[in-house]
């Protein structure tokens, strides 16, 4: 029993470094994340500022006006779908296609955030757990000065874990509530230029 105590031990040991580093890049990757999020937030902005009160308004004559009103680039993911869409106004299956290629491009953006969310506690318990064995040990064996050690990789790999899940978290929940609003345009628009508004 020894033998099998010792050797998962050691196991879970070994696991701290690799966890520590990816951790670590996780929270690299979450502050890239935090980056893009706020250049998508200020490109957004400006556009629903041009775009918005001609779609609360929109009828089939103001077609020019909209298209008029994009962007010259496709500066986002809604703009590029929006444009596809008002080029291609003959059939109703084409817009539907349209919508459905916009929703599984706005979840693939959304999987980095989910997998922040979820990974970040994850990650973090695991560290936490792991160097809390040799820091009661230290405990146990009068070390302060390592058990102190461990106590930091503790609390570091906590806190490392918990502000990656926040930005996952934040950046998710934002995020789904704009490609919402957008899948909600779309359908408008599209039912507007194929002649199905009610």
């Known amino acids: 029993m020894e033998i099998i105590s010792n050797v998962l031990f050691w196991v879970a040991n070994s696991l701290l470094i690799p966890d520590i580093i990816i951790l670590l890049l996780l929270f690299a990757r979450s502050l890239l994340l935090l980056g893009s999020f706020y250049n998508q937030f200020i490109v957004?902005?400006?556009?629903?500022?041009?775009?918005?009160?001609?779609?609360?308004?929109?009828?089939?004559?103001?077609?020019?006006?909209?298209?008029?009103?994009?962007?010259?680039?496709?500066?986002?993911?809604?703009?590029?779908?929006l444009r596809t869409l008002l080029e291609n106004t003959n059939y109703e299956a084409y817009?539907?296609?349209?919508?459905?290629?916009?929703?599984?491009?706005?979840?693939k953006d959304l999987l980095l955030s989910k997998m922040l969310a979820k990974l970040g506690p994850v990650l973090g318990l695991i560290g936490t757990l792991i160097a809390m064995s040799p820091a009661l040990v230290g405990l146990s064996t009068g070390d302060v000065s390592g058990m102190a050690y461990n106590m930091q990789v503790v609390f570091a790999t906590t806190v490392i874990g918990l502000v990656v899940s926040a930005i996952g978290l934040v950046t998710l929940q934002v995020k789904q509530r704009w490609y919402a609003k957008e899948v909600n345009n779309l359908d408008y628009i599209a039912s507007m230029v194929t002649g199905n508004a009610k």
């Open 44 to 81: 957004k902005r400006k556009n629903d500022k041009k775009i918005n009160p001609i779609i609360v308004n929109f009828t089939q004559e103001k077609l020019k006006d909209l298209q008029a009103t994009l962007p010259q680039k496709n500066n986002s993911l809604y703009i590029k779908y």
């Open 95 to 107: 817009a539907d296609y349209t919508i459905s290629n916009f929703e599984n491009e706005a979840d």
